[in-house]
């Protein structure tokens, strides 16, 4: 399997603007999450699904926030309209159910938005 | 809820010194604890492992130990090479919730000079 796939790597948009971040979870992977990481804030766990159902949005920051995993092969996360604060790496993450096993990450999405 | 803690950084050596990156949780089940490696412009990726107490992960010259008693998993490695520098996530995952989600640390920024 090639892994966690994200696009795009990097992404700059302007203020005001929708921003559309998309994830491949690895094949088999019942959890999928996303991430946020910021220098401020560290790596904060925005919203997870299990078996394409979402399951705890409490971490999205706010409404211009959305999540949507339509099938097992398929998220995306969605900000609009997008502000400067929103700028952050963005991580998606899968995993299998099972506490013993870890989570795999994606090589994460750079959002700039000036 | 479940957390985890660990030593601020960056931490700075010079190559071949002994490492220690101090991990502490809280947890209301019997939880995985994982150490995560980042590498510049990459996503996490696992380092170790252990599952129950007493149990040592290992890998790459770095160990930590599950230690019930003091709800600690200390990161190690007898010496630090310029490739290892990169940061360092404390993590665990409780299996009495059920849910399997994991939860880290803020991360510790490790820096080996030649």
């Known amino acids: 399997d090639a892994g966690v796939i994200q696009s795009p790597r990097h992404e700059v948009t302007e203020m005001g603007q929708e921003v559309t971040l998309r994830c491949k979870p690895i094949?088999?992977?019942?959890?999928l999450f996303w991430y946020r990481q910021t220098m401020m804030r560290g790596l904060e766990l925005l919203i997870y699904?299990?078996?394409?159902?979402?399951?705890?949005d409490s971490g999205m920051p706010e409404d211009r926030f959305s999540a949507k995993m339509p099938n097992a092969s398929f998220s995306t996360l969605k900000i609009q309209p997008s502000e400067p604060r929103d700028s952050a790496v963005y991580f998606c993450?899968?995993?299998?159910?099972?506490?013993?096993?870890?989570?795999?990450f994606g090589q994460g999405t750079r959002l700039t938005v000036v | 809820g479940d957390s985890v803690t660990q030593m601020e950084g960056p931490v700075t050596l010079s190559e071949e010194a002994f490492l220690t990156i101090n991990c502490t949780y809280t947890a209301t089940g019997y939880p995985s604890l994982f150490w995560y490696v980042q590498y510049p412009g990459e996503g996490l990726q696992l380092l170790l492992k252990?599952?129950?107490?007493?149990d040592k992960g290992s890998n790459k010259g770095f160990e930590a130990t599950y230690r019930k008693e003091t709800t600690s998993f200390h990161l190690e490695k007898g010496s630090v090479q310029v490739s290892d520098s990169a940061v360092y996530f404390c993590?665990?995952?409780?299996?009495?919730?059920?849910?399997?989600?994991?939860?880290f640390g803020r991360g510790t920024s490790l820096i080996v000079h030649p």
């Open positions: 699904f299990n078996n394409n159902v979402p399951i705890d």
């Open positions: 993590a665990l995952s409780d299996r009495g919730g059920g849910s399997y989600i994991p939860t």
């Open positions: 094949s088999g992977h019942d959890y």
């Open positions: 252990a599952t129950k107490a007493d």
């Open positions: 993450a899968s995993s299998l159910s099972g506490a013993d096993t870890e989570a795999f």
